[in-house]
């Protein structure tokens, strides 16, 4: 699809044409031989003899330079300047005042008024010259800026509308990546499953979900790809693909039996093959933690290998809070590495949960992370909660701590409630 992006005009460029100049002057000789001097320099020269008179001309067509004289019948030097620069706002014109020696004393009157120069009457043509071209060459300067405004103005409204494109695109992969998580809640025989996604962004790296094996038998993962944004997406979302609950012929996770039924594999083992795919087929500097589980609710145990993941967190029935695990490199790291197995052994009553670590490693205002402890005080503190609603309780309990509603990491997280034979 094709964005309807919009391209920046070229910008304008100053004309390459005489400068216009307007000399205001009531008396004769001297606006007939300032205008005889700037013509012979190749300037375009209008006259005027009174700021009346001049404020009609530059209503007509603003000059690019003006010679003004201090004394003049009717308005004032100082009201025409006034008066031209409130004409002149979206183009500058440099303003000379003509004075006497006798009147260097306004001089201060007539720059605070908006003039730009003085010059003492009688002018020599060298003076004259010489103060012209300062004028041009500020003019140069000036128009080159206004140009450079305009053009970042510019660029600055296209960026906004190509900002607008890419948050509406934004939202829509949003709206995909949660649509990876396919249900919130699951309830089974022997247990039920919860499950939240909460992206610091957009669209974020954090993946959380499970895959039946056979029945009473059910692979939970969680997992957690570096950095933010697009790119972390778009790595989670061909992960999601490796252990695909809908397609259990792509799942690593799964092998397929002479009946046609599926087995579990050693979470390590797949693990150890998703770190190989990653090395070596994906063009990427991403690396991922992951957390891989395989339930089995008819007798409560788990086995369970862990990458660079957070470690499980056991809520035993009793109201105990056990948090352990081999820890391990994260996928995409290194080349050859192992990742053990261990087995956890559940309870009817007992929960589990994987959590990612923008959970552990949300800071509070001061900076402080709440850590294993402090999330273990949390779970003590939400343990009459069961199901979504314990994990929405976390998520208000985590704001809270952290002092505000958003979250520097993406948090996600999947429970199991093994209930056993009841």
């Known amino acids: ?26 008396n004769d000789i001297q606006l007939d031989l300032l205008s005889s001097s700037l013509g012979r320099w190749g300037y375009e020269v209008i006259t005027a003899t009174s700021g009346g008179a001049a404020l009609a001309l530059c209503a007509d067509r603003l000059p690019d330079l003006v010679l003004c004289s201090w004394i003049m019948p009717g308005m004032s030097a100082l009201d025409f300047c006034r008066a031209f620069r409130e004409l002149s706002e979206d183009q500058y014109g440099y303003f000379i005042l003509l004075t006497t020696e006798q009147e260097r004393g306004e001089v201060a009157r007539a ?14 043509d060298p003076e004259l010259r010489a103060r012209i071209m300062v004028g041009e060459r500020i003019l140069a300067m000036q128009r080159e800026l206004t140009q450079k405004n305009r053009l970042i103005s510019e660029t600055l409204g296209v960026l906004q509308k190509v900002q607008g494109l890419i948050d509406k695109d934004l939202l829509e992969a949003k709206k995909l990546q949660q649509s990876l998580l396919r249900e919130r809640y699951r309830a089974m025989p022997g247990g039920t499953l919860s499950m939240m996604l909460r992206s610091a962004g957009h669209v974020g790296g954090d993946l959380v979900g499970y895959f039946p094996v056979r029945p009473g038998v059910v692979g939970l993962f969680g997992l957690d790809v570096s950095g933010h944004g697009i790119s972390s997406a778009l790595m989670t979302a061909r992960l999601a693909g490796y252990l695909s609950a809908t397609t259990p012929d792509q799942n690593l996770a799964l092998t397929l039996l002479p009946d046609g039924s599926y087995a579990a594999r050693p979470p390590g083992e797949v693990i150890e093959e998703l770190n190989d795919l990653v090395l070596n087929e994906m063009d990427t500097e991403h690396y991922f933690t992951l957390m891989l589980a395989i339930a089995d609710l008819t007798t409560g145990e788990v086995t369970v290998a862990q990458a660079g993941h957070p470690h499980p967190a056991l809520l035993r029935s009793d109201g105990m809070v056990e948090q352990a695990g081999a820890g391990g490199f994260p996928v995409g790291l290194l080349a050859g590495v192992r990742f053990e197995q261990y087995k956890l052994q559940l309870a009817p009553g007992d929960r589990l949960l994987i959590l990612s670590d923008g959970v552990t490693e949300c800071p509070d205002p001061g900076g402080e992370m709440l850590g294993e402890d402090g999330l273990a005080r949390m779970l003590d503190e939400l343990r009459r909660f069961s199901g979504p609603a314990l994990l929405s309780a976390l998520v208000w309990k985590l704001s809270e701590f952290a002092g505000r509603r958003d979250f520097p990491d993406d948090v996600s997280g999947i429970l199991l409630e093994y209930l056993g034979d009841s």
């Open 1 to 26: 699809m094709k964005l309807d992006i919009p391209s920046l005009s070229p910008a304008m460029a100053t004309p390459a044409v005489a400068p216009l100049v307007l000399v205001v002057e009531d």
């Open 111 to 124: 720059l605070n008024a908006g003039a730009d120069d003085f010059l003492i009457c009688p002018v020599s």
